[in-house]
């Protein structure tokens, strides 16, 4: 296709196709740190792009300008790239993108991305998503995972989405799915909406642990554990300076504590299930990390 732009075209052993997008998508930047995080933890490698020509506002998303050896000025242009990922030890590897949401041609746009899945082997898609509730920082992060496809809702214990309004790439990507017959997922994780501005790495902890049990992946996520202890001490620290602010998030606390004891009990994974994990995980960390 025109608009994709291949630097390499690895082989991959049945991947699974990971998106994240920048912008309405993603509350609190939680979405696009999680993948990042992927990114940087499975040392993914940028295999292709987007050209951003046809898909963005340039007047919206904006180009940067930089300068190369303190003289030459060069042109940033908005990226959506393609990075891949061996994962030892896992039955599948990683195809991820990311970037900016884009303003443009968004059916145009998702076809690109399934075809270009499709070229390099993937099968299957789940994107990962934030969005902002009436949920307190103090809580754990809740993680809602969708599907559409019936056998992805059995299999992972999905809920099938009801939500009707407006909608960003995400979910014209995951129609394009549907009826492009991908089975796809999506993971959207509640961001408190009264540090909606702030990075939250604590959203982005709870996504990348819910991803490892979708992909039966092991992530070693202790970086990412020590930033949202500090997100939680600086978010609660600024509340306990403010008593109309702290008084909301005791409401919001109580309501949420409230509808935690009168929700349904999660399903318990299987004895067998968790020791498949662990194995998993211990293989993928390899015999000089065990002990």
Known sequence: MNDLNWTDHPRLRNPLLVCAFKGWNDAGEAASAALQ???ESFDAEQVGTIDPEEYFDFSETRPTVSLEGGRSRVIEWPEVAFHAAGVTGADRDLLLLEGPEPSLHWRSFTQTVIAAG????AREMVTLGALLADVPHTRP???TGLASDDSLIERLGFERSSYEGPTGIVGVLHDACTRAEMPSSSLWAS???YVAAAPNPKAALALVRKFEGLAR????ASALEEAAEDYEHQVSAAVASDPDVKAFVERLEQSADESEETSPPQRIPSADSIASDFQRFLKQRGPEEEG
């Open 217 to 220: 992946m092991a992530v070693d």
């Open 37 to 39: 995080f992927l990114i």
């Open 141 to 143: 992060t809740h993680v």
């Open 191 to 193: 961001v408190p909406h």
């Open 118 to 121: 499709r070229e390099l082997g």
